[in-house]
T-cell receptor, first 114, second 115 residues
């Protein structure tokens, strides 16, 4: 069974204080690892997909990296508007490339103080 | 595109009543997913469809839950009878999954409260 564990559960940062969010996973053949952002009262919003160990992707102050067991979401010089819950999810490869579900972690709630 | 559209946004119902949640996926997407989110369990997949066909419903809690996708532009999730433990936020998501994996687009969710 695919599993995703995110840590810490909550993180409070001062504006400008860089940090990293961790996502550990077990999956039988990784098709993709996804990061989402969720604001209160809204659905998750897609950020990144990573496909293989060593891959990195960036968007503004966010950079996602991937190893064979973990992914990190690095936040550089965060601003209050980066406050949200960040969700990690994995998708397993299936025979013939068939579509399969995303398994989500419980998320990390990030608060950035001005 | 207006994105994934869910209705209603909020639903308050009494225990034992039937509840129907609705979803309109993004045009051109070939997969649709129903998730439930609670503080305790996070996001849990209930069921998903590929090309309108149910593929995996192992996450459906019990026979009180049913889902349909009669065409590519509409899906429903029904709970009958509803119970207080069904209170949660229910999300619908859609995606196009082919050679490139674009991830899911989620709707804004339906917050269900069963009293």
């Amino acid at each position: 069974e695919d599993q995703v564990t995110q840590s810490p559960e909550a993180l409070r940062l001062q504006e400008g204080e860089s940090s990293s969010l961790n996502c550990s996973y077990t999956v039988s053949g990784l098709r993709g690892l996804f990061w989402y952002r969720q604001d209160p009262g809204k659905g998750p919003e897609f950020l990144f997909t990573l496909y293989s160990a060593g891959e990195e992707k960036e968007k503004e102050r966010l950079k996602a990296t991937l190893t064979k067991k973990e992914s990190f979401l690095h936040i550089t010089a965060p601003k209050p508007e980066d406050s949200a819950t960040y969700l990690c999810a994995v998708q397993a490869a299936r025979r013939g490339g068939a579509n399969s579900k995303l398994t989500f972690g419980k998320g990390i709630t990030l608060s950035v103080r001005p | 595109d207006a994105g994934v559209i869910q209705s209603p946004r909020h639903e308050v119902t009494e225990m034992g009543q039937e509840v129907t949640l609705r979803c309109k996926p993004i045009s051109g997407h070939n997969s649709l997913f129903w998730y439930r989110q609670t503080m305790m369990r996070g996001l849990e997949l209930l069921i998903y469809f590929n090309n309108n066909v149910p593929i995996d419903d192992s996450g459906m809690p019990e026979d009180r839950f049913s889902a349909k996708m009669p065409n590519a532009s509409f899906s429903t999730l029904k709970i009958q009878p509803s119970e207080p433990r069904d209170s949660a936020v229910y999300f619908c998501a859609s995606s196009y999954q082919g050679a490139v994996n674009y991830g899911y687009t989620f709707g804004s969710g339906t917050r269900l409260t069963v009293v």
